[in-house]
Each structure stands twice: as C-alpha cells, then as structure tokens.
T-cell receptor, first 112, second 110 residues
Framework: DAEITQSPRHKITETGRQVTLACHQT?????MFWYRQDLGHGLRLIHY???????NKGEVSDGYSVSRSNTEDLPLTLESAASSQTSVYFC???????????FGQGTRLTVV | GENVEQHPSTLSVQEGDSAVIKCTYS??????FPWYKQELGKGPQLIID?????GEKKDQRIAVTLNKTAKHFSLHITETQPEDSAVYFC?????????FGSGTRLLVRP
C-alpha cells in the first residue's frame, strides 16, 4: 500500500544546531507540503513543492528550507534551530489541488 | 488573502447527540472541501469531502453540506460516540495550496 512516512518521530536538539526532518511518500504525488502544529494555531504551512526542483514558501517559512530532488522526498531543514521552532511537524502529499491529501505520522521536535 | 475560518474551536456533546462544525472560506475559486479527523498522536486523516457541484454528501453518520453562495461548508456528525472525540479540520484549496481551518476539538461525553 502507498504511504507517507516521516522520520524521526521524536527529536531533541540544541539551539543553533542544524536539523533535518525527513518525509518520504510512495503515492507518486507531485505536491508535497510541510506544516507545523502548535496549540491554538492549527496547521500552519511552512513550505510546499509542486514537483521536482520546485519549492515555495508558506506563511511561516522563516528559519526553514526544503529541497526537492526527486518525487518521493521533501526534507525539511532548520538552518539554526531556535526554541520557537519546538513543535509537531507534519508532512503531507496530494496528487494536485482539489484532491485528497495524506499526512505522515508527525515529528515532535524539541529545541532546548 | 486566502483564509478559512472554523467554528467552534471546542465542542462538547453528550453521546448520541449531533455535532456541527462550520467553516467559512474566502477564495471563491475553491471547488473541493474536505474534512479531516486528527486523533491524539496521529496525523490528520480524511473522513469526507465534497465538490462544488454537490450540495450535500453523506457517509453513514457523517455528512458535509456546502453553500457556495454564502461560501461556507459544514460537517455534521449524528449519533455521536466516544470514539468521535478528536480534533477536526476543514480545508480549502487556493492556488493549489492546502489551507486548513484552525481546528475544532470535539469531546463526546459518555
């Protein structure tokens, strides 16, 4: 069965370190998204990609970057982790706008 | 800008009662309106969706209604059960970006 997986599920890192969260999907979807979820803020869009070599900034992109070198993967990098980036991160993929999106299980990141 | 407002933020109902959650959207070009359920420690999962050429869609105890003129759509859960307790999100698409509502925490009291 097709799926979307995130790793790691939990991560503790120190302020100032570079951190990369992995997202891998086997749906062969063109569109991939990264969200962060914080209490009281719902799902906020960080970055998104419509295909290989395409990346776009979402509403809360500062301090984050993504790259899309193939269809299956969209890693999210925190260039220099800050305590404000402590959150739960979700990756999602969809065939296109107007279609169902599928989410990974989430990565809980703590920056100390 | 692109926006979808979701209400209420929390909802507590007695088991067996109905629950209704409403979303109002801004992008009149949107034509696909799904609802997601998120259980504790998991990612959101699609539970029902509707397209703009349809006014209502039902799947057992859940239904979604759409009013394109007023630009709002609602999730209806009938005969609620404790396992319906979760956070529910609506979604609209704007320029292929997936924009989610702020979420409704539903608590079903036994």
């Amino acid at each position: 069965d097709a799926e979307i997986t995130q790793s790691p599920r939990h991560k503790i890192t120190e302020t100032g370190r570079q951190v990369t969260l992995a997202c891998h999907q086997t749906w062969n979807h063109n569109n991939m998204f990264w969200y962060r979820q914080d209490l009281g803020h719902g799902l906020r869009l960080i970055h998104y990609s419509y295909g290989v070599q395409d990346t776009n900034k979402g509403e809360v992109s500062d301090g984050y970057s993504v790259s899309r070198s193939n269809t299956e993967d969209l890693p999210l990098t925190l260039e220099s982790a800050a305590s404000s980036q402590t959150s739960v991160y979700f990756c999602a993929s969809s065939e296109s706008g107007g279609f169902a999106a599928f989410f990974g299980q989430g990565t809980r990141l703590t920056v100390v | 800008g692109e926006n979808v407002e979701q209400h209420p933020s929390t909802l507590s109902v007695q088991e067996g009662d109905s629950a209704v959650i409403k979303c109002t959207y801004s992008d009149s070009a949107s034509n696909y309106f799904p609802w997601y359920k998120q259980e504790l420690g998991k990612g959101p999962q699609l539970i029902i969706d509707i397209r703009s050429n349809v006014g209502e869609k039902k799947d057992q105890r859940i239904a979604v209604t759409l009013n394109k003129t007023a630009k709002h759509f609602s999730l209806h859960i009938t005969e609620t059960q404790p396992e319906d307790s979760a956070v529910y999100f609506c979604r609209m698409d704007s320029s292929y970006k997936l924009i989610f509502g702020s979420g409704t925490r539903l608590l079903v009291r036994p």
